[in-house]
């Protein structure tokens, strides 16, 4: 399974992203009046427990979001939008070229341009982005993170609406891990994920701006189940 899994890494990291913004946007002059009322920046952990009470808190949550990777010379390779939809240990995940359906207890990923569906037993120990987004978030704030322990988050502003953000900087504990780095952008007055930028081995960078995060009524499980509808037709290949 994790064979399988691997192949499709790379379609779901685009998958939780957003609008390509260069690292360097984020950064502020240290003379900038908001900067010096914020200078005493708070620990990075502190910043990453509260955004997993601010995911905690919302019991079922819609994220819609922008994706774009850019290339190592800066050249835009790819952009698209999609939405995640999250509740306990479900989950669905939508965009042009996969679908990633998750009940709890099946996963069902749903490739759309070779029409083949393949479907798994649900982890819900797995914290992987692949696997369980949210849950990837949450791992942040764990000891169980595959992220050394960072240290301050720097207050920045988001360049695409210019809202106030704790940037933090992630590095992999692992050498051998498929990304060279990680910068999460959280709220500063709500704490949720703002931004995500994710750089790969190969130096492509991969930048998901998340549009919105709605609180919603819990959803019966059979919203994130694969639709039977979408059957026919499809290559099903069941490993449960």
Same mark, same amino acid.
């Given at each position: 399974?994790?064979?399988?899994?691997?192949?499709?890494?790379?379609?779901?990291?685009?998958?939780?992203?957003?609008?390509?913004?260069?690292?360097?946007?984020?950064?502020?002059?240290?003379? *900038?009046?908001?900067?010096?009322?914020?200078?005493?920046?708070?620990?990075?952990?502190?910043?990453? !427990?509260?955004?997993?009470?601010?995911?905690?808190?919302?019991? !079922?949550?819609?994220?819609?979001?922008?994706?774009?990777?850019?290339?190592?010379?800066?050249?835009?390779?790819?952009?698209?939008?999609?939405?995640?939809?999250?509740?306990?240990?479900?989950?669905?995940?939508?965009?042009?070229?996969?679908?990633?359906?998750?009940?709890?207890?099946?996963? #069902?990923?749903?490739?759309?341009?070779? !029409?083949?569906?393949?479907?798994?037993?649900?982890?819900?120990?797995?914290?992987?982005?692949?696997?369980?987004?949210? =849950?990837?978030?949450? *791992?942040?704030?764990? =000891?169980?993170?595959?992220?050394?322990?960072? =240290?301050?988050?720097?207050?920045?502003?988001?360049?695409?609406? =210019? &809202?106030?953000?704790? *940037?933090?900087?992630?590095?992999?504990?692992?050498?051998?891990?498929?990304?060279?780095?990680?910068?999460?952008?959280?709220?500063?007055?709500?704490?949720?994920?703002?931004?995500?930028?994710?750089?790969?081995?190969?130096?492509?960078?991969?930048?998901?701006?998340?549009? *919105?995060? &709605?609180?919603?009524?819990? #959803?019966?499980?059979?919203?994130?189940?694969?639709?039977?509808?979408?059957?026919?037709?499809?290559?099903?290949?069941?490993?449960?």
């Amino acid at each position: 399974m994790r064979t399988l899994l691997g192949k499709f890494r790379l379609i779901m990291v685009l998958l939780s992203a957003f609008l390509v913004v260069p690292y360097n946007s984020f950064s502020m002059g240290a003379g *900038s009046d908001q900067y010096s009322a914020l200078r005493d920046n708070p620990n990075a952990p502190d910043v990453l !427990a509260k955004m997993a009470e601010a995911l905690k808190g919302i019991e !079922a949550m819609d994220l819609l979001f922008e994706m774009t990777v850019t290339d190592q010379n800066g050249s835009v390779v790819g952009n698209f939008e999609g939405e995640v939809q999250s509740q306990g240990y479900a989950f669905k995940l939508l965009n042009p070229e996969l679908e990633v359906y998750c009940d709890g207890v099946s996963k #069902w990923i749903y490739n759309v341009a070779s !029409a083949e569906l393949t479907i798994f037993p649900n982890d819900t120990t797995q914290a992987d982005l692949v696997e369980n987004p949210v =849950g990837f978030l949450l *791992s942040l704030n764990s =000891g169980n993170s595959d992220f050394r322990k960072p =240290g301050k988050a720097q207050y920045n502003k988001n360049p695409l609406d =210019g &809202r106030a953000v704790w *940037s933090i900087e992630l590095t992999p504990k692992s050498r051998y891990a498929p990304y060279k780095g990680l910068t999460i952008c959280v709220d500063a007055s709500d704490y949720l994920p703002s931004v995500l930028m994710y750089k790969s081995a190969d130096d492509n960078t991969y930048t998901i701006n998340i549009k *919105s995060v &709605r609180k919603l009524p819990l #959803w019966p499980l059979s919203n994130f189940r694969f639709p039977e509808k979408m059957l026919p037709g499809l290559t099903v290949t069941d490993l449960r």
